[in-house]
């Protein structure tokens, strides 16, 4: 994800911004780049690809200067190329900014800036903020009123650091939404959207909060709230060391992306959920292509396959259109009916998955529509793809999926839903409880997270357990399914999972005293089955765990341990359910010395059939 350093001081800015962008390389980006007040002048660098390819670039050019902003970025509006990377400046190079967040009205804004004049030279969000502090600059005269009046126009989030040619020793940060701090040095101060950059340099740091707006000089901070009265805020002092500061003070990076999925859903609905319509801009799919599909399949590997059955049945509960769901390697070699009136979609974190690759390849050498839904910019199933859903889960590290996971989940939700509305299959007052629902969702994880202890306390009790059965049904079995195999993944127990129905036609027979059966139950409609199915396990003598809702008193009759999440409807309460699986399976993965992020065998982006 996009990384951000700032400096002013007394030293040469060049190497400080370099070092303090290559702290946050762990993040994950594509491109980088810097600018530097050298001479009176603005003087800008940046290139796609790794910071090294930078520093090349950097290395022969005398770039001394004692204030500047640097960037890494990791691409959300246009691919990484070195027009898209920043910073960006405006048109006579006298402003420069960097950008870590999303602007949400950047198409209305760009167009009003276009109607006054204004060139764009990238495919990027971030451009209009520039060019509008430009237009304000012009009309206040002065950069701290022009800052103010451009946040005022700006929706979305932001974490900003900008420098302008008329102020040479001034620094300028503001945030909303998107982390930034400010390093306190001595005669020497900097920005960063994350502690690493400046661990080299300082611990001190004044956190920024959202509204605020800094300007910098290397011996005076000054914070003003988003009314522009001054604030004082305390120094805190960072306590971590580099290794723990990367991963944000977790573990492990698996713990840390479990933690990130509130703001990853958030990030993947932010600006999507309008009053009465779903707006995914890279989808063009409208009635009357839905109406001539006549066959809709979901293709995809891995966690990101069971993300797609979640899919198939939102798809077929809400619009009523029926789906296939295949795994991408058998789907290539099943010689699948595809003719120009397929719609082919395709989940992948990576977009470069070797088998979902070739199944886009494949399906639309045979006419069929592509629809991707993909987590990284600019990858290769994101170029190939007919319509796109990004799911802005943000970078993910661990090995095994979990932010991107519920991304996907929540993406195909929307999608469902889009063509529900599309399709008229929806009335805006169903519409309206699937926006408060999926507001709400960022929260209700929020509250799961934070009974964390309680489920890494419980999963001791199952240290000596020899084997892990999942059981559920309807979307619960969907969830067993991606909670068993994140179990299988990180801590090497045998586990499977089984429609609750299933099992006494066959797995019931490997049930013994050492084995933990766990029943997923949120869908009403079966919940009395379901405790049946519970009930054959227990009376094998195998341990019991339910996640269930609160309130469900029927599931104490059977279980030894329960985890309530809350209700929130049929489709959302299972997404909830996942959570304390993957907390579960972490846990275990942990009391097993297993290593998590780098489970065995596993490979995080898997580009061979
Ligand atoms: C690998 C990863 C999984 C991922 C799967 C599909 O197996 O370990 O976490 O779900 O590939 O990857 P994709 O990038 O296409 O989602």
């Not at 990238?122 to 600059?137: A, C, F, K, N, R």
Request: aromatic share 8%; net charge negative; hydrophobic share 40%.
């Amino acid at each position: 994800m996009c990384g951000i350093a700032g400096y002013v001081g007394n030293k040469e800015a060049l190497s400080i911004l370099i070092n303090g962008l290559s702290k946050l390389e762990y993040r994950g980006y594509d491109s980088a780049g810097i600018s530097i007040i050298c001479d009176g002048n603005i003087k800008t660098v940046k290139k796609k690809g790794r910071i090294s390819v930078l520093e090349e670039f950097v290395k022969n050019d005398k770039i001394n200067g004692h204030i500047g902003i640097g960037h890494t970025r990791w691409a959300t509006h246009g691919e990484p190329s070195d027009k898209n990377s920043h910073p960006h400046t405006n048109t006579d190079g006298s402003i420069s900014i960097v950008h870590n967040g999303i602007i949400e009205n950047y198409i209305k804004l760009r167009d009003d800036l276009i109607s006054k004049g204004y060139k764009f030279l990238s495919d990027t969000d971030t451009e209009v903020v520039v060019h509008l502090l430009d237009y304000y600059y012009k009309k206040d005269k002065n950069i701290k009123d022009a800052v103010f009046s451009t946040l005022n126009q700006i929706e979305g989030t932001y974490a900003l650091g900008i420098i302008c040619k008329d102020y040479p020793d001034t620094l300028i940060a503001a945030r909303k939404g998107s982390p930034l701090i400010i390093g306190v040095g001595e005669n020497e101060n900097f920005i960063a959207s994350d502690v690493p950059a400046i661990l080299n340099y300082t611990k001190k740091i004044y956190l920024l909060d959202d509204g605020e707006v800094a300007l910098i000089n290397k011996d005076l901070i000054l914070i003003y709230d988003k009314n522009k009265n001054e604030v004082k805020k305390d120094i805190f002092e960072v306590t971590w060391d580099m290794e723990s500061a990367e991963k944000g003070g977790f573990e492990h990076f698996m713990l840390k992306e479990i933690f990130d999925q509130p703001k990853a859903i958030k990030d993947t609905l932010l600006g999507r959920l309008k009053n009465d319509y779903i707006n995914l801009d890279e989808i063009k799919i409208d009635k009357q292509i839905l109406e001539n599909i006549n066959r809709v399949y979901i293709v995809a590997c891995g966690t990101a396959y069971h993300a797609g059955l979640m899919g198939k049945k939102f798809i077929e509960s809400l619009c009523g259109i029926p789906v296939i769901t295949d795994v991408a390697s058998e789907f290539r070699y099943n010689n699948p009916i595809i003719d120009n009136k397929t719609l082919l979609i395709v989940l992948s974190q990576s977009g470069e998955t070797a088998d979902t690759l070739a199944a886009v390849r494949l399906a639309k050498e045979k006419g069929a529509r592509i629809l991707g839904v993909v987590n990284t910019v600019g990858s290769s199933i994101a170029r190939e793809a007919d319509d796109l859903l990004y799911t802005l889960a943000g970078l993910e590290i661990a090995v095994a999926s979990t932010k991107a996971y519920t991304s996907q989940v929540v993406s195909m939700y929307l999608l469902a839903n889009l063509f529900a509305l599309e399709l008229g299959k929806i009335s805006k007052n169903d519409f309206e409880n699937v926006k408060l629902t999926l507001e709400k969702l960022p929260g209700y994880i929020e509250d799961i997270l934070k009974e964390s202890d309680k489920i890494e306390k419980l999963s001791k009790e199952y240290i000596n357990i020899k084997n892990v059965f999942y059981i559920g049904r309807g979307l619960d079995y969907f969830i067993c399914k991606e909670g068993s195999l994140k179990l299988k993944e990180v801590s090497y127990l045998y586990s499977e999972a089984y429609p609750a129905g299933e099992l006494k036609h066959g797995p019931i027979a490997l049930l013994q005293e050492d084995s933990l059966v766990i029943g997923i139950a949120t869908c009403e409609n079966t919940m009395e089955k379901l405790v049946s199915n519970l009930q054959e396990c227990k009376a094998r003598g195998s341990k019991i765990l339910s996640i269930t809702t609160e309130n469900n008193n029927i599931i104490k009759k059977v279980a030894d341990n329960i985890i309530y999440i809350p209700y929130a409807g049929e489709f959302i309460t299972p997404i909830l359910a996942n959570i304390p699986l993957q907390l579960f399976a972490y846990y275990m993965a942990i009391n097993l010395g297993r290593d998590v992020d780098k489970p065995r065998n596993l490979a995080k982006s898997v580009t061979v059939e």
